[in-house]
Nanobody, 123 residues
Framework: QVQLVVSGGGLVQAGGSLRLSCVAS????????MAWYRQAPGQQRELVAT???????NYADSVKGRFTISRDNAKNTVHLQMNSLKPEDTAVYYC?????????????????WGQGTQVTVSS
């Protein structure tokens, strides 16, 4: 009953920029924290950035000063602006959100995940 759709991934040269977007839709009552994760080949999934509904943000040390997470609560959307990209940023990026929803199949609060989008940074 809730779907997160991610867009904006692609191939970019080192030093370039990309902007990822994640839109939540469905029988949404409220969205708490929204977050971006990434997973590089052979590596565990890691937390990149989080944004609460009240506007607080947090970043992994590896992306501080380069990435910015932002939300448009009216549109149930979260963005990740990625600047000064490095080859080590190459990964599949995932959007996640803790969402309260109501529907015939499921009602309650849990974490939802988008499909993931590939970000490749070439040197």
């Amino acid at each position: 009953q809730v779907q997160l759709v991610v867009s904006g991934g692609g191939l970019v040269q080192a030093g370039g920029s990309l902007r990822l977007s994640c839109v939540a839709s469905g029988s949404i009552v409220a969205i708490n924290t929204m977050a971006w994760y990434r997973q590089a080949p052979g590596q565990q999934r890691e937390l990149v950035a989080t944004a609460t509904s009240g506007g607080s943000t947090n970043y992994a040390d590896s992306v501080k000063g380069r990435f910015t997470i932002s939300r448009d609560n009216a549109k149930n959307t979260v963005h990740l602006q990625m600047n000064s990209l490095k080859p080590e940023d190459t990964a599949v990026y995932y959007c996640s959100a803790r969402i309260a929803s109501y529907g015939a199949i499921y009602s309650g609060t849990r974490d939802y995940w988008g499909q993931g989008t590939q970000v490749t940074v070439s040197s």
